[in-house]
């Protein structure tokens, strides 16, 4: 199980490196429904006593986009940016072999969200 979070909205990733709970100053916005300043404390527990839980992998805002736009094409499904996470980190990992071979065998991404904002979507084209 890898977690994906987009920059500027990492608060998870950099808790979980740091094994304590960071709060940050601002958040990307551009994925509004992971946007969050300070993750939970049990969620942030559970993940580090879990053996399954293997890391974060963070995409950036053009990363996020292009996911959106492929996933678009594929499946049909005009899902929101954090919808859209799981699918944009493992493209991440196909392109940047960022993970152990043994993890890209078999992979399930949740797609979810079908209140795809248009104008954080523009903002985030002008990223790609």
């Known amino acids: 199980v890898y977690g994906v979070q987009l920059k500027g909205s990492d608060a998870f990733t ?3 490196q740091a094994r304590e709970l960071i709060e940050l100053n601002t958040v990307n916005v551009l994925s ?3 946007a ?3 993750v939970g ?3 942030l527990t559970a993940a580090l006593t879990s053996p399954n839980f ?3 992998i963070v995409v950036d805002n053009a990363e996020l986009y292009k996911a959106m736009v492929r996933q678009d094409e594929l499946i049909e499904v005009e899902a ?3 919808g859209t996470l799981a699918y944009a980190g493992m493209l991440r990992v196909l392109k940047t072999e960022a ?3 043994h993890t890209r065998e078999n992979w399930l991404g949740i797609v979810s969200g079908h209140h795809r904002d248009a104008s954080l979507f523009k903002q985030l084209s002008l990223s790609a």
Do not use: F, H, N, W
């Open 99 to 101: 993970l152990p071979d």
């Open 54 to 56: 293997g890391g974060c």
């Open 41 to 43: 404390r049990y969620t």
């Open 14 to 16: 950099q808790s979980y």
């Open 80 to 82: 929101e940016a954090a």
């Open 36 to 38: 969050v300043k300070k």
């Open 32 to 34: 509004d429904g992971t």
